[in-house]
């Protein structure tokens, strides 16, 4: 399967090719000891089960668990929907749009082979209705995700959904339901346990943004019918990849010392993922949550304030080429980006020559589409680094299971070490408390209501036009 | 329909509210007189007719040829495809998913009362190839949009689709095909005579991010549904509104000078458009062209290099809260943050109770989707503001043509005033020449050929693992 393992191009990276906004490898050599230890520290954490993504890609039991109750549900209903926000989302919406048909939900059902899939993650009062009246609830499938099982927007979903399907269905509700959630803790377990509802359960040590191979992804992918033992496989190949604490051979801790060099020493405050590649393109929001909320820190270890973090970006090639190269070629140079880029696409179709003349036209006739569309890469990529703005490709040789596996195992293990370089805990959101708590006082939730005024006293003077 | 004006708060970006990394009113005094002058310079560019999408909203000859065209045709197609990109396709793609609902195209068609609409903006290979396997192209109109005629994309769609259309439908392959380019030059214009296509006509002094509101946005719209007369009031009332040098009464002139003064004097390089409603999320995907391509210039009116530019980026609340908020919150104070935000919501419900005691869901039980939805607003917003960084809204009474109608002008207007701010061109996109030249040369284009020499050599030493 070596020649269907993902590359990391970091070329143009380099200040021997970029000049001054790049990273001599002099400066990645500084890193080459701290490497051995940052990688003891992540064992530790990894060995004592402190962290525990590393372990997805080896868990057969629960492969089976999901093949079997996918089996048993998938020809029952017509639609299956994942209620949850953030890491309940976003590996989700990834893997469907990367793996299935680009019109998935449009295709016939003898065509799709599946339950139509829908990832609702807001609650848009307007999104939340337009749903409720585009499915037919009875015949729907709604796997609620929550790891603490009280996240309010799933709790709200769920709260419009099961009395909905009560009325409806009766005492025969539980069959539309499944639950992913804590093992033991948290009132969607209890709700799991009080009306016996069908369960999976999500590990104690498997952040949100960690989870995409846990049961939160494998449930949706398996409904889906994408292949799970294939994206467990790819990942433990890019596990044993990573495996090693030579810095030069190691992609995800190559990639992660270019960036956190690129952010502090040559001011890339911001990290645009450039996916050539439609399907790829929610890979890179994916992205935005794992970086963004693993990095974006306060404090570091030491208790030091430093507000670290560099701002994700989300692009697509060739579309963005007319939205943002101007930008990304003649603006400040304060970004470094990552090209996700395909060498063989699953289908493609060639250009055919139109009558008459049009020099317009005629060039591009006899090519095929991936030629143009990676032709425009190359070319986007050679603009931006001739301009001397710093930028790496992630390769697929194709996209399949195996190689998205890859990919992600990848990112979450370049995302650890980041978190090393900078010092800081890449596993928690202390960030998103404040938030929280105004939200429970602005509805008036029992202990929180005192937090209103400070709230308050803000509107009274607003400047508007 | 004054209590349909859209609102633009600007609260949280002063400095007395926010400290140190707002701005105060005396900072923005200093602009009252310079307002005065960029006012005139951008009046003698709109009466010299070198700008022209101020005059937009008054061509109500084009109105009614859309609407007649429209008539005519609505009704025989299943499906409504626009071949283009970047300024062709954002607009589009913006205005019908915040004036049509969520799932337009899943909706049977006596709900629709009007084709599937599709925005093919993009070559990726598998993505047109799929777009394909999923539409009866027989009882598809395609709309062609490309100002210059030679845009390499949308020509390339053009030669597949109308190759199958020709085999297809033989010579009566022109009925399902309508023309949207400029009225005398281009490849599609000769297209348009050699064939006798149906066409619309994009006004020369009107660049691809400022034409939404030319035909190029109106003919999917109507094909839609969408009530163009009150997307073009809309945009007048907003004209009217901003039609005043005084600085602190325009809130165009007002929150460029915001966001001018927070880029350059506070290093915001960072502008984030927040979209707190599903249906607006697409308009910041608009405004990330608008903003980027305008003001990302390499030198300024006088030929000096400032690399000026800041980056926008596309967020929607609530989902992003689960994502981007902790670094938002805790992360580098790099940012400014437009909220776009919703009064009063087209559907909403209300969160029942779910018998049993679980304290997470109790606290949600008798609020409505909307009362949750715009308090998790507020929340970031005072989250965010209380961590002295500078935010403002822009604030929906409720989104229909007529508001829809204002944000466009609104922003039109504010992009053109920072132009005159950064002393830059901001009707140009010089920066995307460098790409288009390398992709013609990789693609052996005639003439272009000698440039992929340097392209080729780059090739020979890549760093990868």
Same mark, same amino acid.
């Given at each position: 399967?070596?020649s ?11 200040a ?50 999901v093949?079997? *109750?996918?089996?048993?549900n ?11 926000i953030? /890491? ?6 990834a893997?469907?749009n990367s793996?299935?048909h680009? !019109? ?11 339950p139509?899939?829908f990832i609702?993650?807001n609650?848009?009062p ?12 009875? $015949? ?6 929550s ?5 309010a ?5 769920f709260?419009v959904i ?5 009325? $409806?269905?009766?005492?025969?509700f ?17 709700? =799991?346990?009080?009306?016996k ?5 999500i ?7 960690f ?5 939160v ?7 889906a019918?994408?292949?799970? $033992? ?34 502090t020493?040559?001011?890339?405050n ?5 996916? *050539?590649?439609?399907?790829?393109? %929610? ?5 935005r949550?794992?970086?963004?909320e693993?990095?974006?820190?306060? $404090? ?24 943002q190269?101007q930008l %990304? ?6 970004k =470094? ?16 020559? !139109?009558?008459?003349? %049009? ?5 591009? +006739?006899?090519?095929?589409? +991936? ?16 301009? /001397?703005?710093?930028c790496c ?6 996209i399949n ?6 990919f ?13 370089? *900078?010092?800081?805990?890449a596993?928690?959101?202390?960030g =998103?408390e ?13 202990? *929180? ?12 003077e607003?400047?508007?036009?």
């Amino acid at each position: 399967m070596k020649s269907l393992q993902i590359k990391y191009d970091y070329t143009n990276l380099l200040a021997e090719n970029i000049g001054k906004h790049g990273i001599s490898m002099n400066e990645i050599n500084n890193y080459l000891e701290l490497a051995k230890t940052y990688h003891q520290n992540l064992l530790e954490d990894r060995e004592s089960g402190k962290v525990g993504f590393y372990e997805l890609p080896f868990n057969k039991i629960l492969v089976e668990q999901v093949d079997k *109750y996918v089996k048993k549900n998938k020809d029952k209903f017509e639609n299956f929907v994942v209620l949850g926000i953030g /890491g309940s989302a976003l590996g989700n919406i990834a893997l469907i749009n990367s793996l299935k048909h680009s !019109f998935y939900n449009l295709l016939p059902r003898r065509i799709r082979r599946g339950p139509r899939i829908f990832i609702l993650d807001n609650i848009d009062p307007e999104y939340v209705c337009n749903f409720l009246d585009t499915i037919d609830i009875k $015949k729907t499938l709604f796997n609620v995700i929550s790891k603490s099982g009280s996240t309010a927007e799933t709790a709200a979903q769920f709260l419009v959904i099961i009395d909905i399907l009560k009325r $409806k269905l009766k005492n025969k509700f539980i069959r539309n339901l499944v639950i992913t959630t804590d093992k033991n803790n948290g009132d969607l377990r209890r709700v =799991v346990n009080d009306y016996k509802i069908n369960s999976f359960m999500i590990p104690s040590n498997i952040g949100g943004r960690f989870s995409v191979l846990s049961s939160v992804g494998l449930l949706t992918s398996g409904f889906a019918g994408i292949k799970i $033992k294939n994206l467990l496989k790819g990942a433990e190949h890019m596990l044993s990849v990573c495996n090693t604490d030579n810095l030069i051979e190691n992609p995800a801790y190559l990639n992660a010392t270019f960036h956190y060099l690129l952010d502090t020493k040559k001011k890339k405050n911001i990290s645009v993922m450039l996916s *050539y590649a439609n399907s790829l393109y %929610y890979w890179a929001d994916w992205y935005r949550q794992l970086w963004a909320e693993s990095l974006g820190k306060n $404090k570091n270890k030491n208790g030091e304030q430093i507000n670290a973090g560099q701002t994700p970006v989300k692009a697509l090639g060739v579309t963005d080429q007319h939205s943002q190269v101007q930008l %990304y070629t003649e603006g400040p140079n304060d970004k =470094v980006f990552s090209f996700l880029t395909v060498e063989k696409f699953r289908k493609d179709r060639s250009l055919p020559k !139109f009558k008459g003349k %049009y020099s317009s036209f005629d060039y591009l +006739s006899g090519h095929k589409l +991936s030629e143009l569309f990676n032709a425009e890469m190359k070319a986007t990529e050679y603009a931006i680094s001739s301009k /001397g703005r710093p930028c790496c490709k992630i390769i697929f040789p194709k996209i399949n299971e195996y190689t998205i596996g890859q990919f992600i195992m990848l990112y979450e293990i370049q995302t650890a070490f980041a978190g090393e370089l *900078y010092n800081i805990d890449a596993f928690n959101q202390p960030g =998103v408390e404040a938030g929280k708590i105004a939200t429970y006082a602005l509805l008036g939730r029992e202990g *929180y209501i005192e937090k209103t005024k400070d709230i308050f006293e803000k509107e009274k003077e607003r400047k508007m036009i």
